[in-house]
Nanobody, 115 residues
Framework: EVQLVESGGGLVQPGVSLRLSCAAS????????INWFRQAPGKDPEWVST???????AYVDAVKGRFTISRDNTKNTAYLQLNSLKTEDTALYYC?????????RGQGTQVTVSS
């Protein structure tokens, strides 16, 4: 069974950093792009970042220069480093993978940025 489990969220003040983790199981992790999404209250989900199997990365403009995606294939884990957090970054963050044509996602980890 393909599973993704996120962790690392929390309640932080503006300007602080967090590192989110996405632990994967049930598939050959190193071969798949991993995506991060977020959903703020009352808003549609938003794609945030992707790391490909060759470690190329992509980001939505709103987080470029502040967020960094990475992966450790030895641990079957992807990460999202969130720096210089803003109140507008408040959202449920979750990771996803497209496996056998299905969009698989984790349950998410809440990030709340508030002074």
């Amino acid at each position: 069974e393909v599973q993704l489990v996120e962790s690392g969220g929390g309640l932080v003040q503006p300007g602080v950093s967090l590192r989110l983790s996405c632990a994967a199981s049930g598939f050959t992790f190193k071969n798949y792009p991993i995506n991060w999404f977020r959903q703020a209250p009352g808003k549609d989900p938003e794609w945030v970042s992707t790391i490909f199997s060759d470690s190329r990365t992509a980001y939505v403009d709103a987080v470029k220069g502040r967020f960094t995606i990475s992966r450790d294939n030895t641990k079957n884990t992807a990460y999202l480093q969130l720096n210089s957090l803003k109140t507008e970054d408040t959202a449920l963050y979750y990771c996803g993978v497209v496996y056998a044509g299905d969009n698989i996602r984790g349950q998410g980890t809440q990030v709340t940025v508030s002074s």
